[in-house]
């Protein structure tokens, strides 16, 4: 069973109106892929043992599947204590919108890279379309939890509890099991 995870708007909330990090979170200064100067990003410091624990925990197989690419290994996972997880290989697209078919663009990548396994997707970003989609695939026999936190919030502790209860129940239901085949 997979874990994947957004950044931005996940562990990246977005600023206030002033344009603001939460006080929760830690400035740092990382240079992304094809940046020729640093940018200034926040991240909470509690967010790194949190995830590695939900990972220890649960036995779910973390993959990042946001537009930082290989840069959340990179940069964004080193800020937090995090090891090196691998990542949805997401193309570069001239996107102008999340949704350019009214569903997170990330998706048809994620499932290319699901192959199948149940999976927990985090991200800040679906829309309507994509929860039914999951609905319709738990429908279907294939453990699905999209779990969306607030842009401007990010991921919080009940996020974390909510993969923690649905892993244990899907457990219990004998998916680790079904996942190792
Ligand atoms: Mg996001």
Not at 14 to 25: C, I, M
Not at 45 to 52: E, I, N, S
Not at 56 to 71: I, Y
């Amino acid at each position: 069973m997979i874990l994947y995870l957004d950044v931005d708007g996940v562990l990246i909330p977005g600023p206030d109106d002033q344009g603001d990090p939460p006080p929760t979170h830690d400035i740092h200064h990382v240079t992304p892929t094809g940046y020729d100067k640093p940018i200034k990003v926040w991240l909470n410091p509690h967010h790194g043992p949190q995830l590695a624990a939900l990972v220890a925990d649960t036995g779910l197989t973390p993959v990042w599947c946001t537009s930082w690419r290989q840069d959340a290994s990179r940069l964004i996972a080193p800020c937090l204590g995090l090891p090196d997880w691998p990542h949805v290989s997401l193309p570069r697209l001239p996107l102008t919108t999340s949704h350019p078919n009214g569903y997170l663009w990330k998706r048809d990548h994620l499932i290319q890279h699901a192959a199948g396994a149940p999976f927990v997707w985090i991200d800040d970003d679906f829309t309507s379309a994509d929860h039914e989609w999951a609905a319709a695939r738990v429908a279907g026999g294939q453990p699905t939890l999209l779990v969306q936190p607030q842009h401007r919030v990010g991921i919080q502790p009940q996020d974390l509890w909510t993969v923690r209860t649905w892993v244990s129940t899907h457990r219990s239901d004998g998916w680790r099991q079904q996942a190792e085949h």
